[in-house]
Structures are given as C-alpha cells and as structure tokens.
C-alpha cells in the first residue's frame, strides 16, 4: 500500500516505564519499516528532550510536566490542549491519528477533530478495574472530567480491543459491534528458542549454576501486577533450596517487603528495571505471573516466544492468552502460583512441553503480522467518506 502519515498518540512515553508504551513505540517502529511516516506526540517529563528518536522513531514531546505531583496533574490540561492544537494545526502532515488508551489524550484528539478532520482509531491497553474504561467511568484517571469525555472518546472511527475482555466491554458500553476491532499486542519473534548454550551463557552471567533453579517475574512492583501475592508465591519457592526467585522491573530494589524478604534469603534477587530482560528469560525455567488486572500480558508474551514456560494468575486475559500453553492458579493464590511453578520445576519433560506449546501460541501475535493488521485497518478508515464516518463493518478481525 502507498506510504501513510500516521500521528501516534499517547500521554507517556518512557523506555521500559509500562506495557501500553513499548507496544506503541514498537509498533511505530514496525510501520516505519514498512515504509510509512510515523510521529509520536507525547508528554516530555522533566530531563526529557523536546524531540528525541526512539528506535528510529521520532518521538516530539509537547509538555515538560512538573515533578511535583500537583504539577504533573495540572500538565495534564496543558498537554491535552497540545495535543489538539498540533493536530489542528498540522492537520495537513497526517493521514490519521493512532491513539494509545482510551484516557486523556484520546479525549484531546476526539475533543478537537471536529477541526483536524482526522481518522481516530483508539487502542484500549487495559481490563477489568484496572482497565481503561473502569477508570475513566469512576473518575480514577488524573484528569477531573473522565466521566463526562467518556462518550465522546467512544465516538471513534475505530476502538482497537487486544482482548476479546475488552472487546466485551467495549460492547457493554454502548460501542457497535462493527466498531470494535480485534488485534492483539505484537512480539518481537526470536529465530529459536533458548539453546542451551545461550542458557548456559546467561546463567554464568548471572552467577548461576545448571543445577540452580530458576524463576523470573517481570514487571512493575505495583498492586495491579500482584507484588505480595508474588511474595507469597516465594514463601513456598524458597523452600527449594537451589530456587532462585528474580523479580525485575521498577520499584522492587526499594519496595519495603522486598528488601526484608531478600535479607531473608540471597536468593531472592531485586535486580528491578534491566536492560536487557532476554538475558533473564534465558536463564529462567520458569516465568510467573501473579497479577491482577492486564489487556494482554507483554511479559507472558515475551517468555512465550522464548518457550519459557509460564504460570499465571487465572484471570481472564491469562486464560485467554495462554489458551492452555501454561499453567493457571486461581486469581489471588500466590501460594498456589509458587506450587505450580515448583510442578514444573520438578518435572522438566512437562516444563518443555509447556515452552514450546508456548510459542507456538507467541507465533500467532508477531509484530510484523500485527502492523500488517493495522495498516488494513488504517486503509479501512481512509477509504471511508470522511471524518464523521458511518462506521463498515470491519474486515481486520483475527488474531
């Protein structure tokens, strides 16, 4: 298809930071090497450049929000207007605009195309009470008029739903069905997976024997994400004397029950937000995944396409994404997630059974499968008759 001007649009954007930010930057990236223009326009906290590139991306960040959190809150405001004066302005630069989450920044772009006349496709990241809609009906977001922006963020062209949970509740919304789009978070495919001389590799790395035992989480220390109920699924772990528990991503090297916990046992370890979350998954025999709420799990996606084996929280995004690759506890039962990982480690005949299964399934959500996905959909949208659209029944559901 001829190139596109695709403006991506979402309110932060901070390498490693969440879920929500990596699809949407390497998604731009992916449609960038498929020869369309992309320009990210988002928040620019403090420390942050005016225009930075980002895997070869142009990021423009409009806003320096404060460090204090009322300034951040009342940033919020300014960016929003940002936002829809860029688009407004420059209207003539883009073809459409690609908004992640349904939350502020959607609200800014649907508030202002009146103006801009732009094709808006909106991607939800969430589910359930942590999800994006639960937010914005109960006021949870940062921003006082959540509620009442709220139909006019549905009034998009197009809501992108990377769950058939979010598809439901787009629906329980009032959202036509012919609205809703099904196409799931992306991932980045290795050739194979882990050899064992990689695994070898990175466990000498690491300081790791063959012999150890070795299970990774990866994620924020936040509730949403379930840290105690990852700390109890340790309590049974560390029982297993050669069972290495690595809990990676920001705010565990300072989290209080950590660093007690740790102190308890070496084998704990607090590396927090890394770099390089591959040299992890190869050494791991086992990922785990407590957490309470998700769209569709980046880390569980990840460990799949490595044929780590996974064991998750039973929620309904998990069982919908594992679909019998991995092994679920009932949600809140961080004890029985330390079980079931101790299963696996002690039979590793299953534990590769469930790793591979696993990426056969990650096979089915590769990221150049996924941009492909959407620039159907964006040609869609263009091909319509113009900004206030009656919505076709769209011809991009799958997964």
């Not at 006021?139 to 739903?161: E, I, K």
């Not at 992890?280 to 769209?295: F, K, M, Q, T």
Request: charged letters at 20%.
């Amino acid at each position: 298809m001829s190139p596109l001007r695709i403006a991506v649009a979402i309110g932060q954007l901070i390498p490693g930071e969440g879920g929500a930010e990596l699809q949407a930057l390497r998604l731009a990236a992916a449609l960038q090497r498929r020869g369309h223009q992309v320009e990210i326009l988002t928040s620019r906290p403090a420390g942050r450049p005016a225009v930075e590139y980002l895997q070869g991306v142009p990021v423009r960040r409009l806003f320096a929000f404060g460090n204090a959190r009322g300034l951040w809150r009342l940033g919020i405001y300014s960016f929003m207007g940002l936002v829809g004066e860029t688009l407004v302005r420059e209207r003539h630069r883009f073809d459409l605009v690609h908004v992640h989450q349904l939350l502020h920044t959607a609200c800014a772009v649907m508030a202002t195309r009146p103006l801009h006349r732009l094709p808006v496709l909106i991607k939800l990241a969430t589910a359930g009470r942590y999800g994006d809609l639960h937010q914005m009906r109960t006021g949870q977001t940062a921003f006082v008029l959540s509620r009442q922006l709220l139909p006019l963020a549905l009034g998009a062209d197009r809501l992108v739903a990377i769950s058939d949970e979010i598809a439901r509740e787009l629906q329980e919304a009032g959202v036509a069905p012919e609205r809703i789009v099904r196409i799931p978070n992306g991932v980045v495919l290795p050739a194979q997976t882990t050899t064992p001389a990689a695994r070898a590799a990175a466990r000498t790395a690491l300081g790791l024997t063959d012999e150890d035992e070795v299970v990774v989480y990866v994620g924020r220390c936040e509730p949403q994400k379930g840290p105690d109920l990852l700390l109890a699924a340790w309590g049974e772990l560390r029982r297993r004397p050669r069972c290495h528990l690595f809990a990676l991503g920001k705010g565990f090297p300072t989290d209080a029950r950590f660093q007690r916990a740790a102190l308890v046992s070496s084998r704990l370890r607090l590396p927090g937000r890394v770099a390089d979350v591959t040299r992890y998954l190869a050494a791991a025999d086992v990922l785990i995944h407590p957490s309470r709420g998700e769209g569709l799990s980046n880390a569980l996606l990840e460990a799949m396409a490595h044929g780590l084996a996974c064991v998750a929280s039973g929620i309904q995004a998990n069982v919908e994404l594992l679909a019998g690759a991995g092994l679920l506890a009932p949600p809140e039962d961080g004890a029985a997630l330390g079980r079931l990982a101790a299963e696996l480690l002690d039979d590793p005949v299953r534990r590769q059974q469930i790793g591979l299964a696993g990426r056969r399934r990650a096979e089915g959500f590769s990221l150049e499968a996924v941009a492909e996905r959407y620039e159907r959909l964006y040609k869609e949208l263009l091909g319509g008759p113009g900004p206030h659209r009656s919505a076709a029944v769209s011809t991009v559901q799958g997964r």
